[in-house]
Protein backbone atom coordinates (compact mmCIF):
# COMPACT_ATOMS: atom_id res chain seq x y z
CA UNK A 1 0.00 0.00 0.00
CA UNK A 2 1.19 3.56 -0.62
CA UNK A 3 0.52 5.97 1.76
CA UNK A 4 -0.34 8.83 -0.77
CA UNK A 5 -3.20 6.71 -2.14
CA UNK A 6 -4.42 6.37 1.93
CA UNK A 7 -7.06 9.74 1.71
CA UNK A 8 -8.35 8.52 -2.05
CA UNK A 9 -8.39 4.34 -0.58
CA UNK A 10 -10.86 6.42 2.22
CA UNK A 11 -12.84 8.18 0.11
CA UNK A 12 -13.48 5.49 -2.97
CA UNK A 13 -14.61 3.20 0.00
CA UNK A 14 -16.95 6.26 2.05
CA UNK A 15 -14.93 5.56 5.01
CA UNK A 16 -15.73 8.75 7.00
CA UNK A 17 -13.91 8.75 10.49
CA UNK A 18 -16.50 7.61 13.06
CA UNK A 19 -15.93 9.80 16.37
CA UNK A 20 -17.75 6.86 18.12
CA UNK A 21 -14.92 4.88 17.56
CA UNK A 22 -11.84 7.22 18.18
CA UNK A 23 -10.94 7.08 14.44
CA UNK A 24 -7.99 9.51 13.70
CA UNK A 25 -6.22 8.09 10.70
CA UNK A 26 -2.52 8.19 10.50
CA UNK A 27 -1.34 9.78 6.76
CA UNK A 28 2.07 9.96 7.85
CA UNK A 29 4.66 7.07 6.94
CA UNK A 30 7.66 8.68 8.33
CA UNK A 31 5.88 8.59 12.23
CA UNK A 32 4.44 4.79 11.41
CA UNK A 33 8.25 3.99 10.85
CA UNK A 34 9.62 5.58 13.71
CA UNK A 35 6.56 3.41 15.92
CA UNK A 36 8.16 0.04 14.12
CA UNK A 37 11.77 1.80 14.40
CA UNK A 38 13.44 0.44 17.78
CA UNK A 39 11.79 -2.94 17.73
CA UNK A 40 12.51 -6.10 16.43
CA UNK A 41 9.19 -7.64 15.37
CA UNK A 42 11.20 -9.83 12.58
CA UNK A 43 9.79 -13.82 13.36
CA UNK A 44 7.96 -12.30 16.52
CA UNK A 45 3.83 -12.77 17.31
CA UNK A 46 2.70 -9.07 17.49
CA UNK A 47 -0.79 -8.09 17.60
CA UNK A 48 -2.26 -4.76 16.94
CA UNK A 49 -5.60 -2.58 17.86
CA UNK A 50 -7.56 -1.05 15.81
CA UNK A 51 -5.58 -1.04 12.07
CA UNK A 52 -8.14 0.72 10.32
CA UNK A 53 -7.19 1.26 7.14
CA UNK A 54 -4.14 0.07 7.51
CA UNK A 55 -0.84 2.55 7.41
CA UNK A 56 0.47 0.84 10.42
CA UNK A 57 -0.49 -2.33 9.78
CA UNK A 58 1.41 -1.94 6.60
CA UNK A 59 4.85 -0.79 8.18
CA UNK A 60 4.31 -4.28 10.92
CA UNK A 61 4.33 -6.76 7.78
CA UNK A 62 7.43 -5.27 6.46
CA UNK A 63 8.83 -5.30 10.02
CA UNK A 64 8.26 -9.48 9.27
CA UNK A 65 6.84 -11.01 12.35
CA UNK A 66 5.85 -14.39 12.45
CA UNK A 67 2.46 -13.59 12.85
CA UNK A 68 0.47 -10.70 13.08
CA UNK A 69 -3.39 -10.60 14.55
CA UNK A 70 -4.94 -7.28 13.85
CA UNK A 71 -8.09 -6.63 16.11
CA UNK A 72 -10.45 -3.94 14.59
CA UNK A 73 -13.90 -3.31 15.82
CA UNK A 74 -15.15 -1.35 12.57
CA UNK A 75 -16.61 -4.19 9.89
CA UNK A 76 -16.04 -1.18 7.00
CA UNK A 77 -12.23 -1.98 7.08
CA UNK A 78 -11.99 -5.44 7.08
CA UNK A 79 -12.21 -5.99 3.43
CA UNK A 80 -9.47 -3.69 3.24
CA UNK A 81 -7.71 -5.21 5.22
CA UNK A 82 -8.29 -8.54 4.08
CA UNK A 83 -6.55 -7.27 0.27
CA UNK A 84 -2.90 -6.68 1.95
CA UNK A 85 -0.04 -8.60 0.89
CA UNK A 86 1.75 -10.76 3.72
CA UNK A 87 5.30 -11.01 3.27
CA UNK A 88 6.22 -14.91 2.91
CA UNK A 89 7.10 -15.23 6.40
CA UNK A 90 3.98 -13.68 7.94
CA UNK A 91 0.34 -14.97 9.08
CA UNK A 92 -1.77 -12.20 9.03
CA UNK A 93 -5.16 -12.49 10.35
CA UNK A 94 -8.10 -9.79 10.93
CA UNK A 95 -10.69 -10.39 13.40
CA UNK A 96 -13.53 -8.28 13.69
CA UNK A 97 -13.82 -7.39 17.65
CA UNK A 98 -14.32 -5.27 20.35
CA UNK A 99 -10.86 -5.30 21.98
CA UNK A 100 -12.48 -4.57 25.50
CA UNK A 101 -13.59 -7.70 25.12
CA UNK A 102 -11.26 -10.03 23.67
CA UNK A 103 -8.03 -11.99 25.98
CA UNK A 104 -5.86 -12.06 23.58
CA UNK A 105 -3.73 -14.61 24.45
CA UNK A 106 -7.07 -16.74 23.95
CA UNK A 107 -7.41 -15.34 20.93
CA UNK A 108 -3.75 -15.99 19.81
CA UNK A 109 -4.22 -19.56 20.91
CA UNK A 110 -7.07 -20.10 18.93
CA UNK A 111 -5.16 -19.24 16.36
CA UNK A 112 -2.40 -21.83 17.46
CA UNK A 113 -0.28 -19.01 18.37
CA UNK A 114 0.50 -19.45 22.31
CA UNK A 115 3.17 -17.67 23.87
CA UNK A 116 4.88 -14.10 24.37
CA UNK A 117 3.47 -11.03 22.11
CA UNK A 118 3.95 -7.77 21.42
CA UNK A 119 1.25 -4.96 20.70
CA UNK A 120 1.96 -2.21 19.00
CA UNK A 121 -1.20 0.39 17.96
CA UNK A 122 -2.58 3.45 17.14
CA UNK A 123 -5.36 3.03 19.99
CA UNK A 124 -8.69 4.71 19.72
CA UNK A 125 -8.34 6.88 22.46
CA UNK A 126 -11.88 6.95 24.18
CA UNK A 127 -10.57 3.40 25.12
CA UNK A 128 -6.92 3.10 25.34
CA UNK A 129 -6.70 3.26 29.11
CA UNK A 130 -9.25 1.16 29.67
CA UNK A 131 -7.01 -1.30 26.96
CA UNK A 132 -3.61 -0.73 29.07
CA UNK A 133 -4.89 -1.72 32.30
CA UNK A 134 -7.21 -4.43 31.10
CA UNK A 135 -3.66 -5.84 29.46
CA UNK A 136 -2.45 -5.96 32.82
CA UNK A 137 -4.24 -8.71 33.81
CA UNK A 138 -2.05 -11.00 30.97
CA UNK A 139 0.93 -9.44 31.30
CA UNK A 140 3.12 -12.79 31.74
CA UNK A 141 2.64 -13.31 27.92
CA UNK A 142 3.66 -9.82 26.94
CA UNK A 143 6.96 -8.86 25.55
CA UNK A 144 6.19 -4.84 24.57
CA UNK A 145 3.87 -2.73 24.56
CA UNK A 146 4.04 0.40 21.84
CA UNK A 147 0.97 2.88 21.67
CA UNK A 148 0.55 6.05 20.71
CA UNK A 149 -2.07 8.00 22.78
CA UNK A 150 -3.23 11.87 24.09
CA UNK A 151 -0.44 13.50 24.64
CA UNK A 152 -2.09 14.21 28.29
CA UNK A 153 -2.37 10.64 28.80
CA UNK A 154 1.13 9.67 28.35
CA UNK A 155 1.97 12.71 30.71
CA UNK A 156 -0.14 10.64 33.01
CA UNK A 157 0.94 7.62 32.65
CA UNK A 158 4.88 8.77 33.17
CA UNK A 159 4.31 11.24 35.77
CA UNK A 160 6.47 11.40 39.03
CA UNK A 161 4.99 11.82 42.34
CA UNK A 162 4.31 15.75 43.55
CA UNK A 163 3.26 16.49 39.87
CA UNK A 164 -0.78 17.42 39.11
CA UNK A 165 -0.64 14.88 36.44
CA UNK A 166 0.17 11.65 39.47
CA UNK A 167 -2.55 9.69 40.00
CA UNK A 168 -3.76 6.46 39.47
CA UNK A 169 -3.21 5.47 36.15
CA UNK A 170 0.99 6.31 36.56
CA UNK A 171 1.02 4.53 40.17
CA UNK A 172 -0.94 1.40 38.70
CA UNK A 173 1.21 1.30 35.18
CA UNK A 174 4.58 2.13 36.76
CA UNK A 175 4.04 -0.62 39.56
CA UNK A 176 3.69 -3.25 36.35
CA UNK A 177 5.89 -1.94 33.79
CA UNK A 178 8.43 0.20 32.88
CA UNK A 179 7.60 3.00 30.82
CA UNK A 180 8.80 5.14 28.44
CA UNK A 181 7.66 8.00 26.08
CA UNK A 182 8.71 7.94 22.91
CA UNK A 183 7.96 10.87 20.56
CA UNK A 184 5.07 13.37 19.95
CA UNK A 185 3.36 13.96 16.96
CA UNK A 186 1.21 16.82 15.64
CA UNK A 187 -2.27 16.79 14.89
CA UNK A 188 -1.78 17.51 11.10
CA UNK A 189 -0.27 13.62 10.98
CA UNK A 190 -3.66 12.48 11.11
CA UNK A 191 -6.90 12.46 8.88
CA UNK A 192 -9.26 14.27 10.64
CA UNK A 193 -6.77 15.69 13.30
CA UNK A 194 -7.29 15.36 16.47
CA UNK A 195 -7.88 18.52 18.51
CA UNK A 196 -4.91 17.51 20.34
CA UNK A 197 -0.96 16.46 20.49
CA UNK A 198 -0.19 12.59 20.41
CA UNK A 199 2.53 10.96 21.92
CA UNK A 200 3.94 7.22 21.40
CA UNK A 201 4.50 5.45 24.41
CA UNK A 202 6.43 2.29 25.20
CA UNK A 203 6.06 -0.44 28.14
CA UNK A 204 7.96 -2.94 29.35
CA UNK A 205 6.62 -5.50 32.04
CA UNK A 206 8.85 -5.07 34.69
CA UNK A 207 10.63 -8.02 36.37
CA UNK A 208 8.92 -8.00 39.79
CA UNK A 209 4.95 -7.43 38.35
CA UNK A 210 3.14 -7.81 41.69
CA UNK A 211 0.63 -10.40 42.34
CA UNK A 212 -2.67 -9.98 40.61
CA UNK A 213 -4.43 -9.67 43.69
CA UNK A 214 -1.77 -7.06 44.79
CA UNK A 215 -2.87 -5.20 41.34
CA UNK A 216 -6.29 -5.97 42.15
CA UNK A 217 -5.63 -4.17 46.15
CA UNK A 218 -3.79 -1.49 44.62
CA UNK A 219 -6.43 -0.10 41.97
CA UNK A 220 -9.03 -0.03 44.96
CA UNK A 221 -6.26 1.91 47.36
CA UNK A 222 -5.55 4.43 44.40
CA UNK A 223 -9.40 5.13 43.97
CA UNK A 224 -9.87 5.82 47.79
CA UNK A 225 -6.67 7.83 47.79
CA UNK A 226 -7.07 10.02 44.78
CA UNK A 227 -10.91 10.19 44.75
CA UNK A 228 -10.31 13.15 47.34
CA UNK A 229 -6.73 14.19 45.45
CA UNK A 230 -6.74 17.55 47.68
CA UNK A 231 -7.44 15.83 51.28
CA UNK A 232 -4.95 14.59 53.58
CA UNK A 233 -4.73 10.64 53.53
CA UNK A 234 -6.06 10.49 57.17
CA UNK A 235 -9.09 12.30 55.72
CA UNK A 236 -9.06 9.62 52.93
CA UNK A 237 -7.30 6.47 52.94
CA UNK A 238 -7.70 6.94 57.25
CA UNK A 239 -11.51 7.17 56.73
CA UNK A 240 -12.06 4.57 54.08
CA UNK A 241 -9.75 1.68 55.47
CA UNK A 242 -10.05 -0.18 58.88
CA UNK A 243 -8.61 1.72 61.50
CA UNK A 244 -6.46 -0.85 63.23
CA UNK A 245 -4.87 -1.32 59.53
CA UNK A 246 -4.62 2.32 58.47
CA UNK A 247 -2.82 2.61 61.54
CA UNK A 248 -0.56 -0.60 60.69
CA UNK A 249 0.40 1.01 57.19
CA UNK A 250 1.04 4.57 58.54
CA UNK A 251 3.67 2.40 61.12
CA UNK A 252 5.04 -0.13 59.04
CA UNK A 253 5.74 2.30 55.93
CA UNK A 254 6.42 5.67 58.25
CA UNK A 255 3.72 6.97 56.56
CA UNK A 256 2.78 10.93 57.77
CA UNK A 257 -1.24 10.65 57.22
CA UNK A 258 -1.01 14.59 56.84
CA UNK A 259 0.48 13.91 53.56
CA UNK A 260 -1.35 14.26 50.38
CA UNK A 261 -2.04 11.11 47.88
CA UNK A 262 0.50 12.96 45.20
CA UNK A 263 3.24 12.76 47.98
CA UNK A 264 3.24 9.17 48.34
CA UNK A 265 5.51 7.43 46.18
CA UNK A 266 4.61 4.64 43.65
CA UNK A 267 6.56 2.05 45.89
CA UNK A 268 4.59 2.83 49.30
CA UNK A 269 1.72 2.67 47.26
CA UNK A 270 2.43 -0.90 46.48
CA UNK A 271 3.83 -1.78 50.16
CA UNK A 272 0.52 -0.32 51.49
CA UNK A 273 -1.21 -2.88 48.39
CA UNK A 274 1.23 -5.94 49.61
CA UNK A 275 0.04 -5.61 53.57
CA UNK A 276 -3.74 -4.80 52.62
CA UNK A 277 -4.10 -7.36 50.11
CA UNK A 278 -3.43 -9.90 52.93
CA UNK A 279 -5.98 -8.70 54.55
CA UNK A 280 -8.35 -9.38 51.98
CA UNK A 281 -8.86 -5.81 51.42
N1 LIG B 1 -4.38 2.22 13.14
C1 LIG B 1 -5.09 3.20 12.33
C2 LIG B 1 -4.17 4.35 12.02
O1 LIG B 1 -3.16 4.49 12.75
O2 LIG B 1 -4.46 5.11 11.11
C3 LIG B 1 -6.38 3.69 13.02
C4 LIG B 1 -6.18 4.26 14.40
S1 LIG B 1 -7.66 5.00 15.04
C5 LIG B 1 -6.95 6.12 16.20
C6 LIG B 1 -8.30 3.75 16.14
C7 LIG B 1 -8.83 2.49 15.46
O3 LIG B 1 -9.32 1.62 16.48
C8 LIG B 1 -9.98 2.68 14.49
O4 LIG B 1 -9.75 1.93 13.33
C9 LIG B 1 -11.21 2.16 15.24
O5 LIG B 1 -12.21 1.66 14.40
C10 LIG B 1 -10.59 1.08 16.10
N2 LIG B 1 -11.33 0.80 17.34
C11 LIG B 1 -12.03 1.67 18.11
N3 LIG B 1 -12.51 1.07 19.20
C12 LIG B 1 -12.09 -0.22 19.13
C13 LIG B 1 -12.28 -1.36 19.96
N4 LIG B 1 -12.96 -1.26 21.11
N5 LIG B 1 -11.73 -2.54 19.60
C14 LIG B 1 -11.01 -2.63 18.43
N6 LIG B 1 -10.81 -1.59 17.60
C15 LIG B 1 -11.34 -0.41 17.94
Redesign the pocket.
Known amino acids: MEFKHLKSILEKHNLWAKKS??????MDESVCQKIVHNLDLKGQTVVE?????G??TDILLKAEPAFLLA????QR?INILKEFENPVNTAFTIVQA???NVCISKLLSEHGKAGPYHIVA???YN?GTELLIRWISDIENITSITVMLQREVVDRMTALPGTKDYGRLAIVLQSCFDIQELFQISPEAFIPPPKVWSSVAFLKPRKDVPEPNVIKTLGKLTNMAFCYRRKMLRASLGKSLPLTLWQKLCDTLNIDETRRPEELDTHTFLAMAQICSKEQI
Not at 71 to 74: A, P, R, S
Open positions: LGQHFLIGPGPSLIEKDFDALNLPV
